[in-house]
């Protein structure tokens, strides 16, 4: 059974980095595609960014919002299973709880529909 676990949410200050943590188990993260989504309160999950199973990095066009450009960037260690979202320059804005989710296919998705495991989420609040 695959399972994606999300780690490393926090209380930060604004300006400050933070680098959150997707793990795969269950299977190979080679087969998967990793995508990040966050959700702001009292607003619907959004898309941040994403990573399919053959290293490529969705398009910040299509997959984020004009305030996480330059700001989050997206890795992929096979080796560790793990999809990791570094995000700089944390602004209170990007207080959310934020979620991965896995699909086999190898193409990036917004339609959360489409998104096969997701996990728990972790909280990332930016507050001075």
């Known amino acids: 059974q695959v399972q994606v676990v999300e780690s490393g949410g926090g209380l930060v200050e604004p300006g400050e980095s933070l680098t959150l943590s997707c793990k795969l188990s269950?299977?190979?993260?080679?087969?998967?595609?990793i995508g990040w989504f966050r959700q702001a309160p009292g607003k619907e999950r959004e898309a941040v960014l994403c990573?399919?199973?053959?290293?490529?990095?969705?398009?910040?066009?299509?997959y984020a919002e004009d305030s996480v450009k330059g700001r989050f960037t997206i890795s992929r260690h096979n080796g560790k299973s793990t999809v990791d979202l570094q995000m700089n320059i944390l602004k209170p804005e990007d207080t959310a709880i934020y979620y991965c989710?896995?699909?086999?296919?190898?193409?990036?998705?917004?339609?959360?529909?489409?998104?096969?495991?997701w996990g728990q989420g972790t909280q990332v609040t930016v507050s001075s």
């Open positions: 989710a896995a699909r086999r296919p190898s193409m990036c998705t917004e339609d959360q529909e489409l998104w096969r495991y």
């Open positions: 269950g299977d190979s993260l080679g087969y998967w595609t």
């Open positions: 990573s399919t199973r053959d290293s490529k990095i969705a398009d910040y066009e299509d």
